[in-house]
């Protein structure tokens, strides 16, 4: 993390360059809070926004009118500043989805996507993910003794075939879409590869849609496809759009979710004996892991329409905002001064905002919980002593200023 100058109306505003390389996400996120509720910062490739860094304001902003998702507002777009090529452009500017509309168009595309992925579709997921854990667990069983990538072998797979499963997708498709999202979400990306990054994405994305027009299933592709049918369209842009964020969200917020949790219960093992003992329950783990090791750091990108007051700073009109969950997760104010510990017996857990608010609430929060509640307490009961391979400082961030991830997870799976 470092600090950069610019000097609007010839005021100078120190701004917090976020890392690229995300080496110390714990301390870029106390240096966001000790800015003040809005803080100045640079993204990656030199480009200015702000951040609110704070529960109590998050809340607010995520259902301030003022505050939308158009990136037309933007004055840095609109005056041609931010390059096409931007390692971050697809998190910026995704195409057409819930994630980039607002008002009566977004409450359409989000009323469709949440008549496809209704309460009863997710629960009839459970067996599903029971299956594929038992069958990532055996897999793991049967390794040989010594350090195993828990990511690599079971946190990754498990999430990516549900997400497979859920929206249709061919699972040949899932080693490309992998090296495919892993480009998009970096900020290592070369300039020269991110259009074809893309664009490759939105043609797999395309041939999946065009493939249940024909072929339609019982998949989230195919429900979306019929609802846009029955009179409230979608266009192709739009299923296409959500199909990738559905994906990209759907699985990488899960990995972290479970990577997080199995690092956080390795670093403390009494709250690791509280929930192997019964004291404390899984759910209690998943909604600390939430809110303590946030599965996504920080959200791009909403703008202001007009100045907006917070605290004692102001959005302008034609700025950009991200929303720093990382940061939020350990607001004193929100969670008290012990907010900065791991603690699944604590009362304020469930009052995190980990996976948004309001109408930016994510469709797929309770997917994500389900993977987790399943995948948790199976993984530890069958391996009760499983426990880090390596010391916790040698843990590397992805490059990746989005989410809350790593390379890789080294554990030992009998302690």
């Known amino acids: 993390m470092t600090t950069a100058t610019d000097t609007p109306n010839g005021t100078e505003r120190r701004r917090i360059a976020l890392d690229p390389f995300v080496a110390d996400l714990d301390g870029e996120s106390a240096a966001l809070r000790a800015a003040g509720p809005l803080a100045a910062v640079e993204l990656p490739g030199g480009v200015p926004v702000w ?20 990136i037309n507002v933007w004055g840095a777009w609109q005056r041609g500043e931010i390059a096409p090529d931007w390692p971050l452009i697809g998190l910026a500017n995704p195409g057409r989805s819930m994630l980039t509309v607002d008002g009566a168009d977004h409450r359409r595309l989000r009323t469709l996507v949440a008549q496809a992925l209704t309460p009863r579709r997710v629960e009839r997921m459970r067996g599903r993910i029971a299956e594929l854990t038992g069958g990532l667990l055996d897999r ?66 395309a041939a999946a849609v065009a493939e249940k027009r024909e072929n339609p299933g019982d998949d989230l592709t195919s429900a979306l496809i019929a609802a846009s049918e029955d009179g409230d369209r979608l266009t ?23 990577v997080n949790a199995v690092v956080n219960l390795s670093l403390h093992p009494g709250q690791r004996a509280l929930v192997l003992s019964g004291e404390a329950g899984w759910s209690a783990v998943v909604e600390e892991t939430l809110r303590h090791s946030t599965p996504t750091s920080h959200v791009l990108i909403r703008f202001a329409t007009e100045d907006v007051p917070v605290g004692d700073k102001v959005l ?18 929100a969670h008290g001064p012990s907010a900065g510990v791991f603690d699944i017996t604590r009362d304020t857990a469930n009052r995190h905002i980990a996976f948004g608010h309001g109408p930016h609430v994510c469709p797929g929060a309770a997917l994500s919980r389900l993977e987790a509640g399943v995948a948790l307490p199976a993984l530890y009961a069958r391996f009760p002593a499983l426990d880090l391979a390596v010391p916790a400082a040698e843990l590397r961030n992805k490059p990746v200023v989005t989410q809350n991830d790593l390379y890789e997870l080294p554990v030992n799976l009998r302690g």
């Open 236 to 258: 192709d842009e739009e299923i296409v759009s959500t199909l990738q964020l559905m994906v990209a969200a759907g699985h990488e917020t899960t990995i972290s979710l479970i």
């Open 140 to 205: 793991l069983a049967e390794l040989p003794a010594g350090p195993v990538d828990l990511k690599a072998e079971f946190a990754y797979p498990l999430p990516m075939y549900v997400i497979a499963d859920l929206m249709g997708l061919a699972e040949d498709r899932l080693p490309r879409l992998k090296e495919l999202f892993e480009k998009f979400f970096s900020t290592q990306t070369p300039p020269a590869e991110v259009v074809a990054t893309l664009t490759e994405l939105a043609g797999i994305m």
């Open 51 to 70: 951040a609110v860094t704070r529960h109590a304001e998050a809340k607010r902003l995520l259902t301030d009118p003022r505050i939308v998702k158009d």
């Open 316 to 333: 302008p009109a034609g700025d950009a905002l991200i929303v720093s969950y990382a940061a939020i997760g350990r607001d004193e104010e």
